[in-house]
């Protein structure tokens, strides 16, 4: 698809939603001013008391063919750290499945860079506790975490930990911008390409 739609030049998009909530936007202008000074490291954790959630159940979503949290959440955060940071490459990972091969991962570690700056991503599942996931930038100034998708707090060697407002910045969202693509206008899209970047590094995670 991403290579017809270059072709073609056909305007594509992807539907990965975090690049339009407010607080990505607000992550973004906090690095593009410096708040955080040098990212030393970026880490990503989810955690799961089940997976399949609840709600989620399906016949594809525990399936070690195609399913699992590493393909289901894991996309987003990936894609969050490259528009953010840059795309990751992987150094190593480890991947624990049950003993039914039918069934996807248990828990995973796994260890990316960019440029320099260690990425470290980890999940498990099946455990005593609500499910969580939190991302965090490191940086020499401040420490940023996004927690459960739209949750944002800082922390720095002055302040314990605060909740950052996000509600100023500009409010987008993926139709309005696939419009403007689809006008011959600047549009911000996630594109073809950039789910194709995303998935190499999920492909390389899986089968290291």
């Known amino acids: 698809m991403y290579e017809a739609a270059n072709r073609k030049n056909v305007v594509n998009a992807m539907n990965f939603p ?32 089940e997976w399949p959630r609840a709600w989620q159940q399906n016949n594809w979503i525990a399936t070690r063919e195609q399913g699992g949290f590493i393909r289901e959440i894991g996309p987003h955060y990936l894609h969050l750290t490259s528009r953010l940071i840059g795309i990751p490459n992987l150094v190593q990972s480890f991947v624990d499945y049950p003993l039914d091969t039918t069934k996807c991962e248990t828990g995973f570690m796994a260890k990316l860079t960019i440029g320099g700056i260690p990425v470290l991503f ?34 720095t060697k002055e302040k314990d930990t605060e909740k950052v407002n996000t509600l100023e910045e500009n409010k987008i969202t993926l139709l309005d911008e696939l419009v403007k693509g689809l006008e011959g206008k600047d549009a911000e899209l996630i594109t073809f390409e950039e789910g194709y970047q995303v998935q190499k590094v999920l492909e390389d995670l899986l089968n290291n």
Not at 26 to 48: A, P, Q, S, T
Not at 142 to 152: G, Q, Y
Request: no cysteine; aromatic share 14%.
């Open 18 to 49: 975090l690049p339009y909530h407010q607080e990505f936007l607000k992550m973004k202008k906090l690095i593009n001013d410096n708040v955080l000074g040098e990212i030393k490291r970026v880490e990503f954790h989810m955690y799961f008391p």
């Open 122 to 155: 980890n999940g498990l599942s099946g455990i005593g506790q609500k499910e969580h996931l939190s991302f965090k930038l490191f940086g020499s100034k401040a420490v940023l975490e996004l927690r459960n998708w739209r949750d944002l707090f800082i922390r």
